[in-house]
């Protein structure tokens, strides 16, 4: 606003001096926080701009491929472990399946399992319980029996356990010589020698 204009209005002169004065503080406190803005945006301005100078010099491409290896790692190193997670769980599940089974040797069962196959399956509990049952039904010695063990025959002779002579009981078996200590321990004893 000009002085002029308001003494063209015909105001006095006090008058125009404190609208003047009251106009110019207005003015002087837009100017401030417009300077304030400006020297702010400045700030900004520079930090990008040296933040940007740090980066002279860096080649993109190349940052790109190391990211990008950096990732195919990341995936190759998942799927191993997804790989070897699939491993233990079959482990467990074969291992468990052959306890189950009775197998005397555990490691021999496994020999005639085809592994591989069983582990591309994809029931693979029950394919394993399948190829375990058709091993047993081949190689039934590898695996505990289910019937009981039949009872040992006492030596017969002449019907009195005392008559048994040395060279017979070299030949008696185990459950023979059990069978003859329990029903005469004195010729057990004597015959041990």
């Known amino acids: 606003m000009q002085r002029k204009f308001l003494e063209d209005l015909g105001l006095e002169k006090e008058i125009v001096?404190?609208?003047?004065?009251?106009?110019?503080?207005?003015?002087?406190?837009?100017?401030?926080?417009?300077?304030?803005?400006?020297?702010?945006?400045?700030?900004?301005?520079?930090?990008?701009?040296?933040?940007?100078?740090?980066?002279?010099?860096?080649?993109?491409?190349?940052?790109?491929?190391k990211i990008e290896t950096l990732n195919n790692d990341l995936k190759n190193k998942e799927t191993e472990y997804q790989s070897k997670i699939a491993d233990m769980e079959f482990s467990s599940v074969l291992d468990s399946a052959i306890s189950s089974s009775k197998a005397r040797n555990a490691k021999a069962v496994k020999a005639l399992l085809d592994i591989e196959a069983l582990k591309n399956s994809k029931n693979q509990s029950e394919?394993?319980?399948?190829?375990?049952?058709?091993?047993?039904?081949?190689?039934?010695?590898?695996?505990?029996?289910?019937e009981p063990i039949s009872k040992p025959?006492?030596?017969?002779?002449t019907g009195n356990p005392s008559s048994v002579s040395t060279e017979a009981f070299a030949k008696m078996g185990y459950m023979?010589?059990?069978?003859?200590?329990?029903?005469?321990?004195?010729?057990?004893?004597q015959l041990k020698g």
Do not use: C
């Open 176 to 189: 023979q010589r059990l069978a003859l200590k329990k029903s005469d321990p004195e010729k057990y004893n």
């Open 127 to 146: 394919d394993i319980k399948t190829a375990i049952e058709a091993i047993k039904t081949d190689n039934d010695y590898l695996f505990e029996s289910n």
């Open 153 to 157: 025959v006492a030596p017969t002779g």
């Open 17 to 65: 001096d404190k609208i003047m004065s009251e106009n110019g503080s207005d003015i002087e406190k837009t100017k401030a926080r417009l300077e304030a803005e400006r020297d702010n945006y400045k700030e900004q301005l520079e930090t990008a701009q040296n933040a940007l100078k740090e980066f002279d010099g860096i080649d993109i491409k190349e940052l790109q491929g």
